[in-house]
């Protein structure tokens, strides 16, 4: 999620809060308009599930729960109009340099987590390398043969593969797992191009792939920078690419007269 996104939905719960916020006035028929309270306390509920799913989606950490709270009830407390040039002397921090002061933020928790998982991954492969029959590549790819399945093998890149596969993070997560699912392996992770060329039809392994082979300083959904992934496979078919024939050009006969 974009930063300017988090300050949106942000902005849109604290506005949620700050209606919430006055002392309830008018007659008892206009007061009897408001919501009960067990309604209020469910949107209040609400709104901090919304706010940790930014905490935790964006990699905030561990953040100071104090402090997000003085925030919040310094602007639902706040005087004036937000478009007033005086507005923001109210904070001890300007809430214009927010975008910045966050953005900074994230950058080093970024570099910290991609740091820390190459650092884990790295061991992780060195202790996987003095199992029997783990082996690595040159570029870096570990991986342990289970079972080397016959001699028809995936050559190529635009070759097609149908496997069955179970993928996990460090901690023994599954991020993804699929059965009899087939992929040309130019559409994949480095690491698994390279990896399903290592065993043929019906065979089993097992591989380790450093960050820099799989999703990189980046990452994806549900993956940190520099994850090292795990995946067990099983080669069930390959489909070898056959380049399509040009046929010659037909000459042109001359038109009639």
Do not use: H
Not at 67 to 93: H, R, Y
Not at 183 to 199: A, D, H, P, Q, Y
């Amino acid at each position: 999620m974009k930063i300017s996104k988090i300050l949106a939905i942000a902005s849109a719960a604290v506005l949620i809060v700050a209606c919430g916020a006055p002392a309830a006035e008018g007659s008892k028929e206009v007061r009897d308009l408001l919501p009960a309270k067990s309604l209020t306390d469910s949107v209040s509920y609400l709104l901090g599930i919304n706010f940790g799913s930014i905490i935790k989606g964006n990699n905030f950490g561990d953040i100071n729960y104090d402090e997000m709270m003085k925030g919040l009830k310094a602007f639902v407390n706040a005087k004036g109009n937000t478009q007033d040039s005086t507005f923001a002397k109210q904070f001890k921090i300007d809430p214009n340099e927010m975008n910045e002061v966050i953005n900074g933020y994230l950058q080093k928790r970024g570099a910290y987590t991609g740091a820390l998982n190459a650092e884990k991954g790295a061991k992780f492969i060195e202790q996987f390398l003095q199992e029997e029959g783990a082996m690595k590549t040159e570029s870096g790819l570990a991986y342990k043969i289970i079972e080397p399945g016959n001699d028809k093998k995936a050559v190529s890149d635009q070759d097609t593969v149908w496997v069955d596969y179970k993928g996990t993070l460090l901690d023994d997560t599954v991020f993804d797992q699929n059965d009899n699912i087939n992929f040309t392996l130019n559409r994949v992770i480095r690491g698994w191009s390279e990896g399903m060329k290592l065993i043929g039809e019906g065979g089993k392994v097992m591989l380790v792939i450093p960050g820099e082979l799989a999703y990189g300083e980046y990452g994806t959904r549900g993956i940190e920078p520099n994850s090292t992934l795990v995946f067990d496979v099983t080669l069930n078919k390959v489909g070898t690419y056959v380049a399509p024939v040009e046929e010659p050009e037909k000459p042109v006969k001359p038109a009639r007269k």
